[in-house]
């Protein structure tokens, strides 16, 4: 069990109230999880195929003429990714929940980049299914191929057990249930234009129980935020993988399905979605050298959607410390993300549950 998800099991026997030592155990754990280094995951030893210093936009031609979508685009690396991408000629729809906050960032970007920037902004609610299929009619009329698809919004780390209004965990249903239907939906205009589908996971896919829970899918028994956040990434991550030996079995081999996650980056995630005690940790750690700017965390889904010659089967991200800073390329990806048993039973679950089948 991973050092959070051992911290979430203490907490959960403690009475609410017992607020300073939830403190005294949550703050050693930030820092053994700082200081603990896990050369499992960080793949130092092969070599990078972009050098040294890893792949970084300065890789992108100009990408006028090319459209990418992307979700989560209000903050953080998607707000970045964005901003890159539209700095390279791109047109950009954004899929955001929140008007005023998408108005506010195009007007942003467009303070940033100018006003021939080519923006849009498409308004869904990657947790409530109906919004994610009234939003992909939407950008198949405003469209005519989509380059890319960037699946980067998120929750995290939601400190009590939430339901949507479709009736899964919270985390399972924006994270996972909202990109899988999402991208089933968008696939014809992907395909159209030879697209590729980049999914932005986390290392949290190697935390939590490291495999789908089939039995309590929303985890009415014994739920913590880490282990409903890490199995929501890792059905995200694991999806993917499934979709590329689907898209194969069709003879749909000119749409490209990619897996990456941005290290430990200096964003709002858990500002948004994390308990008080969480916030506390997660400020804190943005003070260590362990975390990196949200541009940098935006640079394996940018490389994902813009770069020629990567491996589908290889996990992308920083190959740093830990996996949570360094240079881009591609490390280490434990086997449980590529169990094909728990991937298949997981997609056959995820079309019956969201009602959503692809076409391929
Ligand atoms: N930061 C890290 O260290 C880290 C580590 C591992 C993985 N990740 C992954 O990186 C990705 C980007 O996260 P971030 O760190 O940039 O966090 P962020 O700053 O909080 O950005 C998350 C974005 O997702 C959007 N979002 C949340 N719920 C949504 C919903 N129901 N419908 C539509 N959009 C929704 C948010 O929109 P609102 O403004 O409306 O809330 C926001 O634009 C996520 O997939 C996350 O799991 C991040």
């Not at 003429?65 to 954004?94: C, D, H, N, P, Q």
């Not at 380059?147 to 009736?167: H, W």
């Not at 059905?235 to 749409?255: C, F, P, W």
């Not at 094909?340 to 997981?346: D, E, G, I, P, R």
Request: proline share 4%; charged share 20%.
């Amino acid at each position: 069990m991973s050092i959070l998800g051992k911290v979430d099991r203490i907490e959960s026997s403690f009475p609410k109230s017992i607020r300073l030592t939830k403190i005294c155990i949550r703050l050693p754990s930030c820092f053994l999880l700082i200081f603990v280094p896990n050369n499992k995951t960080s793949d130092m030893s092969t070599a990078n195929q972009f050098g040294k210093k890893g792949w970084t936009p300065d890789r992108i031609n100009d990408l006028t003429g090319k459209t990418f979508v992307i979700t989560g685009t209000t903050s953080g690396t998607g707000y970045e990714a964005t901003r890159i991408l539209l700095s390279k000629g791109a047109t950009v729809v954004m899929l955001s929940r929140n008007p005023k906050k998408s108005a506010d960032t195009i007007a942003l970007l467009k303070e940033t980049l100018g006003d021939a920037i080519k923006v849009s902004n498409v308004q869904m609610d990657l947790g409530v299914q109906a919004s994610v299929k009234n939003a992909a009619k939407e950008v198949s009329e405003r469209v005519t191929g989509i380059d890319a698809l960037l699946c980067n919004g998120a929750i995290a780390q939601v400190p009590e057990q939430q339901i949507t209004e479709d009736g899964w965990e919270s985390q399972m249903g924006v994270n996972y249930f909202g990109h899988f239907s999402l991208q089933a939906l968008l696939l014809p205009l992907i395909e159209k234009v030879n697209g590729r589908i980049v999914t932005v996971g986390s290392m949290g896919y190697d935390m939590g129980i490291k495999t789908i829970k089939f039995d309590d899918l929303d985890w009415d028994k014994d739920y913590t935020p880490n282990d409903a956040y890490s199995q929501s990434k890792l059905a995200q991550i694991m999806s993917i993988y499934e979709l590329q030996d689907r898209l194969e079995q069709a003879g749909k081999t000119n749409v490209k399905a990619y897996a990456c996650h941005p290290g430990s980056s200096r964003t709002n995630l858990i500002s948004t979605s994390g308990s008080f005690m969480m916030k506390m940790i997660f400020g804190l750690m943005k003070l260590s050298p362990l975390t990196q700017p949200a541009e940098n965390g935006a640079y394996p889904e940018l490389m994902c959607a813009t770069e020629e010659d990567l491996d589908q089967k290889a996990f992308y991200g920083p190959t740093g410390r830990s996996n949570w800073v360094g240079p881009v390329g591609a490390h280490y990806l434990a086997p449980h993300a590529k169990d094909k048993a728990v991937a298949k039973k997981l997609w056959d679950l995820s079309e019956k549950e969201t009602g959503v089948h692809w076409n391929f």
